[in-house]
T-cell receptor, first 114, second 116 residues
Framework: DAGVTQSPTHLIKTRGQQVTLRCSPK?????VSWYQQALGQGPQFIFQ???????QRGNFPDRFSGHQFPNYSSELNVNALLLGDSALYLC?????????????FGEGSRLTVL | AQKVTQAQTEISVVEKEDVTLDCVYE???????LFWYKQPPSGELVFLIR??????QNEISGRYSWNFQKSTSSFNFTITASQVVDSAVYFC?????????????FGTGTRLQVTL
């Protein structure tokens, strides 16, 4: 049973560039959430996707956008990268109706912006 | 607004010692959920426990136990007879009961180092 997989694991970009991160949820899961974790901090909620729609969003600017595909996989896009976007980006999947917060996380994509 | 405070940044213990990780939360919701997650060096967060605001019973799972006290807005986590494999960063988190199931507010984490 494959868990949550994310790609790429590491990447380096320069300011102003754009990046796309990918996530495949755990088998059978239909909901995907994205979190940003800066060094030494707790994860911060970016947004959640369910049935290919963004269902809720945290306090992140419009430069952060996402998509969910019919197979439940998801992408996170960040435009006009800033140095402060350097972080570990975590994808979490869950099954709608299983109750709040029991999330399965991937190992993350570590983004460095130079 | 919701807030989770983990005042202990880092704790070091020797194997077999007991250790308690503190968590204090703030919320205006009357119904909410509390969680603990473990983050090993590999990066993925691992779910440990969920507790709803109406269930103040303490819970024990093997060497792990959790003490939820609504009166002090605390949800502390104790590891009994710690082991080297317990070394990780531990996060306490809070969510609303209504709406999305995935919007967790995390604390800043406590790094636990267990040495031989």
């Amino acid at each position: 049973d494959a868990g949550v997989t994310q790609s790429p694991t590491h990447l380096i970009k320069t300011r102003g560039q754009q990046v796309t991160l990918r996530c495949s949820p755990k088998s059978g899961h239909d909901t995907v959430s994205w979190y940003q974790q800066a060094l030494g901090q707790g994860p911060q909620f970016i947004f959640q996707y369910y049935e290919e729609e963004e269902r809720q969003r945290g306090n992140f600017p419009d430069r952060f956008s996402g998509h969910q595909f019919p197979n439940y996989s998801s992408e996170l896009n960040v435009n006009a990268l800033l140095l402060g976007d350097s972080a570990l980006y975590l994808c979490a999947s869950s099954l709608e109706g299983r109750g709040p917060g029991e999330l399965f996380f991937g190992e993350g994509s570590r983004l460095t912006v130079l | 607004a919701q807030k989770v405070t983990q005042a202990q940044t880092e704790i070091s213990v020797v194997e077999k010692e007991d250790v308690t990780l503190d968590c204090v939360y703030e919320t205006r919701d009357t119904t909410y959920y509390l969680f603990w997650y473990k983050q090993p060096p590999s990066g993925e967060l691992v779910f440990l426990i969920r507790r709803n605001s109406f269930d103040e019973q303490n819970e024990i799972s093997g060497r792990y136990s959790w003490n939820f006290q609504k009166s002090t807005s605390s949800f502390n986590f104790t590891i009994t007879a710690s082991q080297v494999v317990d070394s990780a960063v531990y996060f306490c988190a809070l969510s609303e009961a209504a709406g999305t199931a995935s919007k967790l507010t995390f604390g800043t984490g406590t790094r636990l180092q267990v040495t031989l």
